[in-house]
Nanobody
Framework: QVQLVESGGGLLQAGGSLRLSCAAS????????MAWYRQASGKQRELVAQ?????NINYADSVQGRFTISRGENTVYLQMNSLKPEDTAVYYC????????????????WGQGTLVTVST
């Protein structure tokens, strides 16, 4: 069983900063790809930022220049600066996990989500 556990969400005012963390636990070989998604109330889940084990990074246009994704071997972080009310959402960590097993080797794993609320 592989789990992703997020932390760092909260309530803050517009213009503030917040850092989200996500840690993978369980038995696996490696994690090639990790990402942050978010889902605002009444909207579809959207990709915020992604990072590969080689360090390739991409951001959604809406967060480019304000958010920074980084990772360790089994962790991923999202530094969010200059937050806006429209950044309010549940933020989810995601990972493509290689368990290195003969069956069910590759897993797509989601975290439980952490709420970020940005007030005016």
């Amino acid at each position: 069983q592989v789990q992703l556990v997020e932390s760092g969400g909260g309530l803050l005012q517009a213009g503030g900063s917040l850092r989200l963390s996500c840690a993978a636990s369980g038995s696996f070989l490696n994690i090639e790809y990790m990402a942050w998604y978010r889902q605002a109330s009444g909207k579809q889940r959207e990709l915020v930022a992604q990072i590969t084990s080689a360090g390739n990074i991409n951001y959604a246009d809406s967060v480019q220049g304000r958010f920074t994704i980084s990772r360790g071997e089994n962790t991923v972080y999202l530094q969010m600066n200059s937050l806006k009310p429209e950044d309010t959402a549940v933020y989810y960590c995601y990972a493509d996990v290689d368990r290195g097993t003969w069956t069910g080797r590759f897993l797509k794993v989601w975290g439980q989500g952490t709420l970020v609320t940005v007030s005016t």
